[in-house]
């Protein structure tokens, strides 16, 4: 799939995602518990490529996303994508 962003990670990263996932030796079922020594689990140990926290999704903006999806509150929705397509 492309321009797919989720909260779960972003298309354009999704494989260097998988392989930071293998490399880590991590066993876990949930894919977003685990250190994928990146950018984000750096800055907090709960996060990662894999688990994008909301303010990066925020930053990194949704106008190349054909498909979106976060674990966020509606108001959120109302937000971002008030002023989209009007």
Same mark, same amino acid.
């Given at each position: 799939?492309?321009?797919?962003?989720?909260?779960?990670?972003?298309?354009?990263?999704?494989?260097?995602?998988?392989?930071? /996932?293998? !490399?880590?030796?991590?066993?876990?079922?949930?894919?977003?518990? &685990?250190? $994928?020594?990146?950018?984000?689990?750096? @800055?907090?140990?709960?996060?990662?490529?894999?688990?994008?926290? /909301?303010? !990066?999704?925020?930053?990194?903006?949704?106008?190349?996303?054909? &498909?979106? $999806?976060?674990?966020?509150?509606?108001? @959120?929705?109302?937000?971002?994508?008030?002023?989209?397509?009007?």
């Amino acid at each position: 799939f492309e321009r797919v962003c989720v909260n779960k990670g972003y298309s354009y990263d999704a494989h260097q995602t998988n392989l930071r /996932f293998q !490399s880590s030796g991590s066993h876990s079922i949930s894919r977003s518990e &685990y250190n $994928a020594h990146d950018i984000y689990s750096k @800055q907090d140990q709960r996060q990662n490529r894999g688990k994008v926290p /909301f303010s !990066s999704m925020k930053e990194i903006g949704f106008e190349d996303c054909d &498909y979106v $999806a976060m674990e966020e509150p509606h108001i @959120q929705w109302d937000n971002i994508f008030r002023n989209w397509y009007r």
